[in-house]
């Protein structure tokens, strides 16, 4: 299972650029945080992501702003190659490589899907897991080729 959900989503992908696009933007420099409200769409060379709000979390450095965590929340879809996951919020570490997604996440590889109440996805350690929460089951569908 870990293969299966050990999906690049986000990891590498966060390393160079991100293009974002929303409704409204506000920036909290103090604070090293960007809000994006409203249709928010980011875009890196190999990864879409579809949300109502996202929040960036950055350390001001030499003429750039490092990445430190991101919050998508309401509506989250993100797709990359042939990996789908969508979740009412998804927060990824960069630090950490990690990728947390909660309320009703569902990943799907091709066909493929795990869904569960919680979802950690460890890049650095290719490995994943998937709780179930108040007596509900983890739920897999796998596809024979």
């Not at 590498?12 to 090293?32: C, L, Y």
């Not at 998508?72 to 998804?90: F, H, L, N, Q």
């Amino acid at each position: 299972m870990a293969l299966f959900l050990a999906m690049p989503l986000w990891n590498s992908s966060m390393a160079k650029e991100i293009n974002i696009n929303a409704d409204k933007m506000e920036v909290f420099e103090d604070e090293g945080l960007a809000v994006f409200t409203g249709k928010v769409f980011a875009q890196t060379k190999d990864l879409k992501l579809w949300a109502e709000k996202l929040y960036v979390y950055y350390v001001k450095g030499e003429g750039k702003r490092d990445i430190q965590r991101v919050i998508a929340i309401g509506s989250v879809k993100m797709e990359r190659d042939k990996w789908r996951a969508v979740a009412g919020k998804a927060t990824y570490f960069k630090g950490e490589e990690k990728l947390i997604l909660e309320e009703n996440p569902k990943v799907w590889h091709e066909n493929n899907l795990v869904e569960g109440d919680l979802i950690m996805v460890y890049f650095n350690e290719d490995r994943s897991e998937v709780f179930s929460r108040s007596g509900g089951r983890v739920r897999v569908k796998i596809y024979e080729k």
